[in-house]
């Protein structure tokens, strides 16, 4: 008996070497700027200097555009539902915290019988009882630490979700703005072609033209026409999906112009490291692996024993089968040992499953950091292509508008047919629309790469309970290994 509790006692301090060790960030996730950045970012990011900590004010000053993200900030559904998960979480990490305290209850009880119609006999006890599991082999803090975890990753998903939704009504009000300018081009040169296809039958009733320029004129007019339908569609459409993140009925939006926006001109991407502290469904991926990190050590700790004492005080007129008048105090004490032996392998199996998970949660974690790295990438691509494409579009929208008066006269004086007219007319209508939409993708790229680098997270001394630092290693900051 004294060698087989030996070694079970040996089995038990050896074999549970691992279910006290703490959480660090696994050596597989790339944080090298040659891994994660490529050309232009790789270049700009040279320095800890980071567009993505800028306060989405001073990124955004629009004041139509600031007012609707400040509405938004606190009236949408989804922000606020994110929020009452932090609030979820915290309230079970305040549980797991006092599993460590000793759990009292208050059962009292009484009773009356009475043997062949004799006297009745009434008894009573008046007990208060306590339970207290001692954590030894790592139960208790295990499961702290994975609620933890939890409370971290609802506070980084309620961050991303405030990131996603600044970045969303940014790029649906310069969606609009777009759809504006692009309608004021269509409806200007729908009055344009107008006034072009009276011309065109006037001249047909001088003599001067066929019945087959005026048709194809009035069928480019009715392009036109169909052209400003479809983008007033749009703006409607859009405009009830800003009011879906306003959370409000749908309605017109306040808007400023296009033209008059102004963006950054200074992008710095920061170095690579950031992206694991400042992107939060970066920081919600790592806290799922470290809840998954703990929930194995749960599962490991759950195949040794579990040592609970347990007492109880009260009183009672009860003393075996006598009962006595008045009560007397009574007082019981208890421990019990708990140790699992055979349970048709099921601590195994979840201890297998919580293995499996935790390297599901890896694999996720490092396939969001690779995919953060791409979406900077991509952002400040897009960025840096239309800023170059721009001044080439107004040249050739300049470049048009001088064809289209040009041919204008030309076929004023008979050196040119009205076809000419029209091709160049149709080619400036197309180069302005298109110059408008490289605008529309400079101004996005600029949005994107705010969000790709974490913009948005709410920080400083009016933060909430989102915004608090999120500890990674069990000691106050992140470790890497």
């Given amino acids: ?230 983008l007033r569609e749009q703006i409607f459409v859009t405009e009830n999906a800003m009011s879906s993140m306003l959370c409000q009925t749908p309605q017109h939006i306040e808007r400023g112009v296009l033209a008059g926006q102004t963006m950054p001109e200074e992008l710095h991407t920061g170095v690579p490291v950031q992206l694991l502290s400042n992107r939060p469904d970066v920081a919600y991926a790592e806290d799922t692996l470290m809840q998954a990190f703990y929930a194995t050590n749960e599962a490991r700790a759950a195949m040794y024993p579990r040592l609970t004492l347990s007492g109880s005080a009260g009183w009672t007129n009860t003393a075996g089968s006598a009962i006595v008048n008045p009560g007397s105090l009574l007082l019981s004490a208890a421990a019990s040992l708990l140790q699992p032996i055979f349970q048709n392998g099921a601590l195994r199996a979840q201890l297998k499953i919580a293995k499996a998970q935790q390297e599901q949660a890896m694999l996720s974690f490092r396939q969001t950091v690779l995919n953060a790295g791409n979406e900077v990438n991509e952002a400040l691509e897009q960025y840096q292509t239309a800023r170059e494409k721009r001044e080439l579009f107004e040249k050739q929208v300049e470049a048009l508008e001088a064809a289209v008066e040009n041919t204008q006269l030309l076929m004023e004086h008979g050196s040119s047919t009205y076809l000419e007219v029209l091709t160049a007319q149709q080619s400036l209508l197309s180069a302005q629309i298109s110059m408008i939409e490289n605008r529309f993708d400079e101004i996005q790229g600029v949005v994107n790469l705010y969000q790709a680098l974490g913009g948005g997270r709410e920080t400083g001394e009016g933060a909430d309970t989102a915004a608090k630092p999120i500890n990674r290693d069990g000691k106050g900051t992140k470790r890497m290994r």
């Fill in 1 to 230: 008996m004294k060698r087989t509790i030996l070694a079970a006692m040996a089995m038990l301090i050896f074999g549970g070497c691992g279910i006290y060790t703490k959480y660090s960030r696994p050596e597989e996730v790339d944080t090298d700027a040659g891994e994660l950045f490529r050309g232009e970012a790789a270049i700009m990011s040279d320095s800890t200097r980071n567009f993505g900590d800028e306060e989405w004010q001073k990124v955004f000053t629009d004041p139509y555009l600031q007012s609707l993200i400040d509405s938004a900030l606190v009236r949408n559904t989804d922000l606020r539902t994110a929020r009452l998960r932090i609030t979820e979480a915290e309230a079970s990490l305040k549980a797991a915290k006092l599993a460590y305290v000793p759990s009292f209850s208050f059962a009292p009880n009484g009773g009356v019988s009475s043997f062949d119609y004799g006297k009745a006999q009434y008894t009573y006890s008046v007990p208060v009882t306590a339970s207290w599991q001692l954590d030894i082999f790592g139960q208790l803090t295990n499961a702290k630490r994975r609620t933890q975890a939890l409370v971290e990753g609802s506070r980084a998903y309620a961050q991303a979700v405030r990131t996603q939704l600044v970045a969303s009504v940014a790029n649906t009000y310069y969606t609009l703005l777009m759809l504006d300018a692009q309608l004021d081009i269509a409806e200007q040169t729908s009055e344009n072609w107008f006034e072009n296809l009276e011309t065109m039958r006037l001249l047909k009733d001088a003599g001067m033209t066929n019945e087959a320029s005026v048709r194809q004129t009035e069928a480019n007019y009715y392009s036109v026409r169909t052209m400003v339908h479809d």
